[in-house]
T-cell receptor
């Protein structure tokens, strides 16, 4: 079965550079979530999109922005990168069940961003 | 105080033991409760998903939700070395747009 696809898997950037992470949800899933997981930490919610509109916002820095496109894939844009941005960035997607919304989230393998 | 509390462990058990993992939460609006398993350097994998209170069983795994106590549990029977991973509880409200995670419990099952 198709899963959530994230690209790239690994990314190395220098301080003050810009990075773009991509997420392709499971087919027919309409909701995308972004999480940041620092070393030894639980995933921290950044932002989510439902039907191409921002649905919720967590601890996302102002230097980051994200959007969901017409094909439901999402991109997380990170500017003025700092050393502390080094983390695993996970994308998850969810879709509707027969009774309405399904809220369980299926995760991608993550993008490991290293800022040097 | 965090919305979801989970003991980070580590928890070490012998092969074949019954494992009990738990989370407490403070937000009474949470309606959906999940357990994820995360192997090192991998994304969290959904194990169990429960709506509101009650029990759910899937193979060796049983999830319990007690909304009156704001307490959820995951039981693993006949634990195997391959169960060694970090187990994250997670929950969301009726809107379901944001999932809050616990810190994760590291489990080691010794052969």
């Amino acid at each position: 079965a198709a899963g959530v696809i994230q690209s790239p898997r690994h990314l190395i950037k220098e301080k003050r550079e810009t990075a773009t992470l991509k997420c392709y949800p499971i087919p027919r899933h309409d909701t995308v979530y972004w999480y940041q997981q620092g070393p030894g930490q639980d995933p921290q919610f950044l932002i989510s999109f439902y039907e191409k509109m921002q649905s919720d916002k967590g601890s996302i820095p102002d230097r980051f922005s994200a959007q969901q496109f017409s094909d439901y894939h999402s991109e997380l844009n990170m500017s003025s990168l700092e050393l502390g941005d080094s983390a695993l960035y996970f994308c998850a997607s969810s879709g509707k069940g027969r009774t309405g919304r399904d809220t369980e989230a299926f995760f991608g393998q993550g993008t490991r961003l290293t800022v040097v | 105080q965090k919305e979801v509390e989970q003991d980070p462990g580590p928890l070490s058990v012998p092969e074949g033991a019954i494992v009990s993992l738990n989370c407490t939460y403070s937000n009474s609006a949470f309606q959906y409760f999940m357990w994820y398993r995360q192997y090192s350097r991998k994304g969290p994998e959904l194990l169990m998903y429960t709506y509101s209170s009650g029990n759910k069983e899937d193979g060796r795994f049983t999830a319990q939700v007690d909304k009156s106590s704001k307490y959820i549990s995951l039981f693993i029977r006949d634990s195997q070395p391959s169960d060694s991973a970090t187990y994250l509880c997670a929950m969301s409200d009726t809107g379901g747009f944001k999932t809050i995670f616990g810190a994760g419990t590291r489990l080691f099952v010794k052969a």
